[in-house]
């Protein structure tokens, strides 16, 4: 199995430019999970999606982001306008339920570096 | 004050010294995690547990709930065993995954 599959696995932009980053997850689990990694703040969940659909989006900064999982093997999360206060580490994980509403571990794939200049 | 709190923030030790790492969290939870971030930035989840104890090699996880502490102890520590120590709960809405992490504790361990 190749894990969670993030790309790009680093990115450098400037100011005001739209990011997309990509997530594929592990293939059978049917919930992902977008985190952001800053020294300042450590990690936190932006959003996650189950069966597809958002869950809780209550970590979505603002506006500028978007989340999106139009099918079980693919999700991407936008930054429109890029600003440098976003620069940090981006981690999608996913997981699958363990039944009877208990949850599994998080698997988390590589990261992607996002710099905003 | 953090939902979740770890202690100490920053461990050095020896190679083969016994290592605790602690969490505490002040919300009802319906597990909690521990995950290691290597030096590569890289995640793994090392455990994830509700009551009990877990044992996994040489790491071992223990949580009290009553208490609302967790803690993480490795034995025979070694150089490799260097990296970001990262304790995340999971509160007890039904049926919502979300983690809420502590800010980690960063072991290393000298040969």
């Known amino acids: 199995d190749a894990g969670v599959i993030q790309s790009p696995r680093h990115e450098v932009t400037e100011m005001g430019q739209e990011v997309t980053l990509r997530c594929k997850p592990i293939?059978?689990?049917?919930?992902l999970f977008w985190y952001r990694q800053t020294m300042m703040r450590g990690l936190e969940l932006l959003i996650y999606f189950n069966n597809n659909v958002p869950i809780d989006d209550s970590g979505m900064p603002e506006d500028r982001f978007s989340a999106k999982m139009p099918n079980a093997s693919f999700s991407t999360l936008k930054i429109q306008p890029s600003e440098p206060r976003d620069s940090a580490v981006y981690f999608c994980?996913?997981?699958?339920?363990?039944?009877?509403?208990?949850?599994?571990?998080?698997?988390f794939g590589p990261g992607t570096r996002l710099t905003v200049l | 004050k953090n939902e979740v709190e770890q202690s100490p923030q920053n461990l050095t030790a020896q190679e083969g010294e016994f290592i605790t790492i602690n969490c505490s969290y002040s919300v009802g939870i319906s597990a909690l995690h521990w995950l290691q971030q290597h030096p590569g930035g890289g995640i793994v989840s090392l455990f994830m547990l509700s009551s009990g104890k877990k044992k996994h090699g040489r790491l071992i996880a223990t949580i009290n709930i009553q208490e609302k502490h967790s803690s993480l102890h490795i034995t025979a520590s070694h150089p490799r065993d260097s990296a970001v120590y990262i304790c995340a709960v999971r509160t007890s809405n039904f049926g919502n995954e979300k983690l809420t992490f502590g800010t980690g504790t960063r072991l290393t361990i000298i040969p």
């Open positions: 293939s059978g689990h049917n919930s």
């Open positions: 994980a996913s997981s699958f339920p363990a039944g009877g509403g208990a949850y599994n571990e998080q698997f």
